[in-house]
């Protein structure tokens, strides 16, 4: 155990702080978790010993950058599907008649692939919603936290476990599934409340603060409509009571538009304000189809939301009103969601794209966002969904020693002419030459420290000859499903929802042509 600080002199430093110093020189001085000191001089005037010193000269110092949302079980999934509407996506992603469980192994190992490519891309901290096929087990929790624990990352993990039958979680399916079909959903596992509230304590007790803080609990519904009303308030008693972030996935279709007035008579929004459970412990996930009285009450809830522009464009789910959510007031994060609708986790990427998606929504370019907003999102913002906005994402004494270091020295930068528009617009994460976490250096000289990367990517290529049998199993199910999932979408099509998010009216007209 190292009795010194880590210093690093001579650095670009932009640390995104309350006071958004950015100083050309400076030093920032590590002591075991947290900045000690930060500043022109800092090293020179720090009194304690020094166990390591790198020095930063050519490189830019600033906030790791914080994944807000993923779900690690797609990790072996890239490129595995072509795009296709959530609905039929999550038909062959989480098969509803899967009958086999992950084997603890492979749990562990994707869980780190997808960890060793955050952190080579200078992401410090992953807020996964990690869903369980099947079902939900301590096993497959401890699989998950371990894996974290051991690659070094900083990781909030929630159990994103719907618990009602397939078919209520959509408009219209039951009457358009066949008899054996309906039958096969029904007798198919599926965890009672109390069960999967005890496994929440679970994961509260063994793992929240676990890595001396690296890792967290948080709660996830998965998505209102996928969960019974006990299960739901039992989890925002927990989110409450523990101070835990809340992830639930609202209004990302034009569908679940048409199932909360088909099921509710109102918006998911609203139905979740009506139960009493929207707060500002709640990171909301997509908010595509969201109207303005939607965002009037998360606004006024204190909500999060998160952001995934480029699974919401592989989906083809629609644009997020980026604007009318920022100008409510709702704070924003960015993710990639996951690695079957991202195909990678380039947080670089997401900015990107969240930055260039919102010109085709709005005609003034005076109100497209600018790129400083999308750097916040992909920092503080994140932060703020986890409950820790005071000592994450930013570069400040006392913060979390969450660092990355980027070389200037490549072509994102050459010329530099301005630093926040060339990281949202022309960085990409191959700048990226150190990543710490926790005070800890966990990625230099193009190799992550914590463990052997050849031989991980060898085991998961391995597993990955089991895996595709279960895959195709499970395929199997979705596809004799997918006819009457379809049938449901043409039926949705039908009804009109208010707000629009998509550019099909503009694609109508060229085939009119």
């Given at each position: 155990?190292?009795t010194g600080?880590?210093?690093?002199?001579?650095?670009?430093?932009?640390?995104?702080?309350?006071?958004q110093h950015a100083w050309?020189c400076?030093?920032?001085?590590?002591?075991?978790s947290?900045?000690?000191?930060i500043?022109?001089?800092?090293?020179?005037?720090?009194?304690?010993?020094?166990?390591?010193r790198?020095?930063?000269?050519g490189q830019?110092?600033?906030?790791?950058l914080?994944?807000a949302?993923?779900?690690s079980?797609?990790?072996?999934?890239?490129?595995?599907?072509?795009?296709?509407?959530l609905?039929l996506?999550?038909?062959?992603?989480?098969p509803p008649?899967a009958a086999a469980?992950?084997?603890?192994?492979?749990?562990?190992?994707r869980?780190q692939?997808g960890?060793?490519?955050?952190?080579r891309?200078?992401?410090?901290?992953v807020?996964?919603?990690?869903?369980h096929?099947?079902?939900?087990s301590?096993a497959?929790?401890d699989a998950?936290?371990q894996?974290?624990a051991?690659?070094?990352i900083?990781?909030?993990?929630?159990i994103?476990?719907?618990n009602?039958v397939?078919?209520d979680?959509y408009?219209?399916?039951?009457?358009l599934?066949?008899?054996?079909q309906?039958a096969?959903?029904?007798a198919?596992?599926r965890q009672?409340?109390?069960?999967?509230?005890?496994?929440?304590q679970?994961?509260?007790?063994?793992?929240?603060?676990a890595a001396?803080?690296?890792?967290?609990?948080?709660?996830?519904c998965?998505?209102?409509q996928r969960v019974s009303?006990?299960?739901?308030h039992?989890?925002a008693?927990?989110s409450?009571?523990?101070?835990?972030?809340?992830n639930i996935?609202?209004?990302e279709?034009?569908l679940?538009?048409?199932?909360?007035?088909?099921?509710?008579?109102k918006s998911?929004v609203?139905h979740?304000?009506?139960?009493?459970?929207?707060?500002?412990r709640m990171?909301?996930?997509?908010?595509i189809?969201?109207?303005?009285h939607d965002?009037?009450?998360l606004a006024h809830?204190?909500?999060?939301?998160?952001?995934?522009?480029?699974?919401?464009l592989?989906l083809?789910?629609?644009?997020?009103?980026?604007?009318?959510?920022?100008?409510?007031?709702?704070?924003?994060?960015?993710?990639?969601d996951?690695?079957?609708?991202?195909?990678?986790?380039?947080l670089?990427?997401v900015?990107k794209?969240?930055a260039?998606?919102?010109?085709l929504?709005?005609?003034?370019d005076?109100?497209?966002p600018?790129?400083?907003?999308?750097?916040?999102a992909?920092?503080?913002?994140?932060?703020?969904?986890?409950?820790r906005?005071?000592d994450?994402g930013?570069?400040?004494?006392?913060?979390a020693a969450?660092v990355i270091l980027?070389?200037?020295d490549?072509?994102a930068?050459?010329?530099?002419?301005?630093?926040t528009r060339?990281?949202?617009?022309c960085?990409?994460?191959?700048s990226?030459?150190?990543?710490?976490?926790h005070g800890?250096v966990?990625?230099?000289a193009g190799?992550?420290?914590?463990l052997d990367e050849?031989?991980?990517r060898?085991?998961?290529?391995?597993?990955m000859?089991?895996?595709r049998?279960q895959l195709?199993?499970?395929n199997r199910?979705?596809?004799?499903?997918?006819p009457?999932?379809?049938?449901?979408?043409?039926?949705?099509?039908q009804f009109?929802?208010?707000?629009?998010?998509r550019?099909?009216?503009l694609?109508?007209s060229?085939?009119?042509?």
């Amino acid at each position: 155990m190292s009795t010194g600080a880590l210093v690093i002199t001579d650095a670009r430093v932009l640390a995104l702080d309350d006071a958004q110093h950015a100083w050309p020189c400076a030093d920032i001085v590590i002591e075991g978790s947290r900045i000690a000191a930060i500043g022109p001089g800092a090293a020179s005037a720090w009194p304690g010993p020094v166990a390591r010193r790198i020095d930063a000269s050519g490189q830019l110092a600033m906030p790791g950058l914080i994944n807000a949302h993923f779900h690690s079980p797609g990790n072996l999934m890239k490129g595995c599907l072509d795009g296709m509407p959530l609905e039929l996506f999550m038909l062959y992603e989480v098969p509803p008649l899967a009958a086999a469980a992950d084997a603890e192994r492979l749990v562990y190992v994707r869980t780190q692939l997808g960890a060793v490519e955050m952190l080579r891309r200078g992401i410090t901290t992953v807020h996964d919603d990690a869903y369980h096929v099947p079902v939900a087990s301590r096993a497959g929790i401890d699989a998950i936290m371990q894996a974290y624990a051991d690659v070094g990352i900083r990781a909030t993990v929630a159990i994103d476990q719907p618990n009602i039958v397939e078919y209520d979680k959509y408009p219209f399916l039951e009457a358009l599934l066949s008899v054996e079909q309906r039958a096969a959903m029904s007798a198919a596992p599926r965890q009672s409340s109390a069960e999967l509230l005890a496994l929440y304590q679970y994961l509260i007790e063994g793992w929240h603060g676990a890595a001396e803080g690296r890792l967290a609990a948080a709660v996830s519904c998965s998505a209102p409509q996928r969960v019974s009303d006990d299960y739901f308030h039992g989890l925002a008693a927990l989110s409450r009571d523990h101070d835990l972030p809340f992830n639930i996935h609202i209004l990302e279709t034009r569908l679940q538009r048409v199932l909360g007035d088909q099921k509710y008579g109102k918006s998911l929004v609203q139905h979740v304000h009506d139960l009493g459970l929207l707060d500002e412990r709640m990171m909301v996930i997509h908010a595509i189809w969201v109207d303005a009285h939607d965002i009037e009450l998360l606004a006024h809830a204190g909500c999060t939301v998160a952001h995934n522009p480029v699974c919401n464009l592989r989906l083809g789910s629609g644009v997020m009103p980026w604007r009318a959510l920022r100008e409510a007031g709702v704070p924003l994060c960015l993710g990639t969601d996951e690695m079957n609708t991202d195909d990678t986790v380039n947080l670089w990427a997401v900015a990107k794209t969240a930055a260039l998606l919102q010109t085709l929504t709005e005609a003034d370019d005076r109100r497209w966002p600018k790129a400083a907003e999308f750097l916040y999102a992909a920092t503080r913002g994140g932060a703020r969904a986890l409950r820790r906005a005071d000592d994450l994402g930013q570069l400040a004494v006392g913060a979390a020693a969450d660092v990355i270091l980027l070389d200037l020295d490549t072509h994102a930068f050459t010329p530099l002419n301005d630093l926040t528009r060339q990281l949202v617009y022309c960085e990409d994460g191959s700048s990226v030459r150190t990543t710490i976490v926790h005070g800890a250096v966990v990625f230099e000289a193009g190799r992550v420290t914590t463990l052997d990367e050849r031989a991980l990517r060898a085991e998961a290529r391995s597993l990955m000859a089991g895996y595709r049998a279960q895959l195709a199993d499970a395929n199997r199910h979705a596809q004799s499903l997918e006819p009457a999932y379809r049938a449901m979408l043409d039926r949705a099509a039908q009804f009109p929802v208010g707000p629009q998010r998509r550019l099909d009216a503009l694609s109508s007209s060229f085939h009119q042509r």
